[in-house]
């Protein structure tokens, strides 16, 4: 007897199971005859965390991201270039001015991502103010052969000190997830960029009766001093592709300037006089990349690595005399300017 009531004991949980009800996630479909049984569609919410529903909430695309700090060090190659050209149309210059140098750079980026992929960055840059080298090339006839780089007439050169460069945007975009891995920024914003050079002394070959005759070396004291002014309006796309901890992020610029001008002193001539090219309608063209490693959810290195040319052809360009700002000659369409900024540098990043 015993037995058999331990074999009842045995079957009947095991009925018990067989006749309860099956739970339907969403819907039960039975007699489903290629699926060979019952089919069921669970259409409750996916596993695999928020990514998808950046669909609607773009914060959640990667939520340890709605705020990001870079602060990095590096070098610059900063080079700025002022053109009198030899007529109004064309390429040729009757004086064309080059200053260069490398310097050290810092910059500090911040990035906020608000509800519906909206961003709002803000990206500061500066120099420490270091030597550099101007040389000063001039095509004067009846002595210059021709107008190339190597036909001058009258050449300085003169060491030179980078007062300041500063450079500062802040542009407004929006982040559109493409899949896991991707996500694409456009933007669109405001630039501004200020950087002085002062030359002091230095030595010069000029043609004075004779070509390339006259040899000498300038007073040790400011000689030219040149500033660009540039504010530049600007549109922009960025592209981010994460694989794990390591991340590429891309991007380029173009944009116009607006209201910028440059200013060239030249304080040894007689009387002593300066210029003033109205650089309005100019150009901007910037390329940057950055590769990174985040060691944590909220804390990163990367290395990064920019280029970005300014730049402005036959524009307006007076002359004036420094004492009272008299107009020496009359505004003609002979000027320009350009800025070339190439930059390495290395830093940290935080997400919060």
């Known amino acids: 007897m015993f037995s058999r009531f331990s074999s009842l004991a045995a079957i009947v949980p095991l009925l018990v199971l067989a006749n309860a009800p099956t739970p339907a996630a969403a819907a039960d479909y039975s007699g489903c005859s290629p699926c060979g049984g019952d089919y069921q569609v669970d259409y409750g919410a996916p596993s695999g965390g928020d ?25 610059a190659s900063i080079t700025g270039v002022e053109h009198v050209y030899a007529g109004t149309a064309g390429t040729d210059n009757l004086s064309l001015l080059v200053w260069e140098g490398v310097s050290p750079v810092g910059s ?25 080298k101007m040389t000063d090339y001039d ?23 980078l007062d300041w460069y500063f450079s500062g945007d802040v542009a407004l975009g ?22 002085q050079w002062t030359a002091v002394g230095g030595t010069y070959i000029y043609s004075d009766g004779g070509y390339r005759n006259d040899i000498g070396t300038i007073p ?51 009387p002593p006089r300066y210029t003033i090219d109205q650089m309005t309608w100019g150009q901007m063209l910037s390329a940057d990349a950055k590769l990174g490693y985040d060691f944590s959810n909220h804390l990163g290195v990367f290395v990064e690595g920019s280029y970005e040319k300014t730049f402005a052809g036959h524009v307006q360009k007076e002359y004036r005399q420094i004492s009272d700002n008299s107009l ?23 997400n919060f």
Request: proline share 7%; charged share 20%; hydrophobic share 40%.
């Open 51 to 75: 990514y998808f529903n950046s669909d609607t909430d773009f914060s959640k695309a990667d939520p340890d991201a709605n705020f990001v700090l870079r602060g990095s060090m590096g070098v």
């Open 108 to 132: 500090l980026d911040a990035k906020v991502r608000f509800l519906d992929g909206w961003t709002l960055r803000g990206h500061l840059e500066a120099a420490i103010p270091g030597q550099a």
């Open 174 to 195: 929006r982040d559109l997830p493409i899949n896991e891995a991707l996500t694409v920024n456009v933007n669109a914003g405001f630039k501004y960029t200020d950087t």
């Open 139 to 161: 095509w004067v006839p009846p002595y210059n052969p021709g107008y190339g780089m190597d036909d001058w007439s009258h050449r300085s050169i003169s060491p030179t000190h």
């Open 328 to 350: 020496i000659l009359p505004i003609y369409n002979i000027g320009g300017g350009e800025l070339d900024v190439a930059s390495l540098k290395v830093g940290l990043k935080g």
């Open 220 to 270: 040790d004291v400011p000689a030219v001093r040149y500033r660009q002014k540039l504010p530049v309006l600007f549109a922009g796309v960025d592209a981010n592709v994460k694989d794990g901890p390591w991340s590429l992020e891309a991007g380029g610029r173009a944009g116009l300037i607006l209201l910028g001008q440059a200013r060239d002193d030249h304080y040894l001539r007689v």
